[in-house]
Structure formats: C-alpha cells, structure tokens
C-alpha cells in the first residue's frame, strides 16, 4: 500500500519565524512530489512541487527531497498570519499508477502574531 | 498555471433526488480528470479517475452506481451524486492535470447538504 504520512499537528510558530513540515512515504519509486496549501473550506491550492534531490526555492518557500531517506519537507521562512492553513504533501508513486497523486492527512499550521 | 472550475460551488437538496456536479478546464484539456470528496476535518479521499471517452475507474469501496461520472469532453468531467442522502453530504473537488510533472490543479469545490 501506498502511504504519505504527515504529522497532523497543529504546528504553531510565531510570525516572523521559520516553519517546517515534514512528510515521508514509503513507495521508494515515487518521483514526484508535491506541497499544497488548504485554507479551511477551501480546495488545496498547489504552492509548489519537487522531483530531484535537494532544495528548490520559491520566494519564501523551499522544498527539500531526500529519496534516500524517503522523506520531503516544506520550510516558509518569515511565517505570517496568512499562511496559517492545513499543508498537504502529495507524491506521484512509479508510473503504473499513472498520474494519481496519494495524499498525506496534511499538518495544520497556525502563525501566531 | 492552470485554472479549472466547478458548478455550482454550493448545493442543498432533498434526500433521494440527484445532483450534478460539474468540472471544467479552462485553459487546458484533461483527458484524466480526478474527484475527491472532503469530509469536515478530514483528509482528502480520492473517489475515482475520470477518462475522457472511456469509463471511469472507481476507488475501492466507491459505489460506481451512485457516483456516476462522464467525461464527454476533453474540457468537461461531471460527477453525478444519484439518490443523494444526507451522508452524502460532503465537500466534493475536482482535479486535472497539466505540465510537464501532470501537476494536479483543484477546482474551487462543491458543497453538497442534502436534507
């Protein structure tokens, strides 16, 4: 069975400060992997997606990927307000899936100003 | 990135009637267009993979016969909720994908209460 496991949290952080999320998985042939952002009765809403090892960087969010250890987190530097919301981490498992995505529970985040 | 819609974005109905739901890409074609249902404070839960020109395929424990789903288009997925009850009452979100990694965009959703 495919699974994507996320703390539930909740994470909370003060404003300003560095957030981290983490997400594993356990399909070691997974090769895409994604982060989405879930206001509270609202879709998910992609913030970005990761496919070799290492860092990418999108403003103030970076996504790490290590397939070694079967791991892929999300950090938002100078939190704010605005970016308290449940996280989802979603992966691509190999492609005889095809392009379904398996889903983590999400972490819900909250940014205290 | 890609925009994809729903209609309506809300609906309340009585308990046996049925209700369509429909899934748009705008600015893309979707021959894969996928549909979850969210409970309150729960995680998504895929239901089943929508194909255009062929039929769909169902999650395990999904009831094919009660989620009915057309994909006529390569712009168009309905999902249609057949003999609504109130349990089925749920927030339902479309998906397709576009890219070069068939990155999945959600449409804004449908809220379904049936009374």
């Known amino acids: 069975q495919k699974e994507v496991e996320q703390n539930s949290g909740p994470l909370s952080v003060p404003e300003g400060a560095i957030a981290s999320l983490n997400c594993t998985y356990s399909?070691?042939?997974?090769?895409?992997f994604f982060w989405y952002r879930q206001y509270s009765g609202k879709s998910p809403e992609l913030i970005m997606f990761?496919?070799?090892?290492g860092d990418k960087e999108d403003g103030r969010f970076t996504a790490q990927l290590n397939k070694a250890s079967q791991y892929v987190s999300l950090l938002i530097r100078d939190s704010q307000p605005s970016d308290s919301a449940t996280y989802l981490c979603?992966?691509?498992?190999?492609?005889?899936?095809?392009?379904?995505?398996?889903f983590g529970a999400g972490t819900i985040l909250r940014v205290k100003s | 990135g890609a925009v994809v819609s729903q209609h309506p974005s809300r609906v309340i109905c009585k308990s046996g009637t049925s209700v369509k739901i429909e899934c748009r890409s705008l600015?893309?074609?979707?021959?894969?267009m996928f549909w979850y249902r969210q409970f309150p404070k729960q995680s998504l839960m895929l239901m089943a993979t929508?194909?255009?020109?062929?039929?769909?395929?169902?999650e395990q424990g999904v009831e094919k016969d009660k989620f009915l789903i057309n994909h006529a288009s390569l712009t168009l997925s309905t999902l249609t909720v057949t003999s609504a009850h109130p349990e089925d009452s749920s927030f339902y979100i479309c998906?397709?994908?576009?890219?070069?990694?068939?990155?999945?965009?959600f449409g804004p959703g449908t809220r379904l209460l049936v009374l």
């Open positions: 929508s194909n255009e020109g062929s039929k769909a395929t169902y």
């Open positions: 399909d070691r042939g997974s090769q895409s």
């Open positions: 998906s397709a994908p576009w890219g070069t990694q068939e990155t999945q965009y």
């Open positions: 600015d893309f074609q979707a021959t894969t």
């Open positions: 990761i496919y070799s090892n």
């Open positions: 979603a992966v691509r498992p190999i492609m005889e899936y095809g392009n379904k995505l398996v």
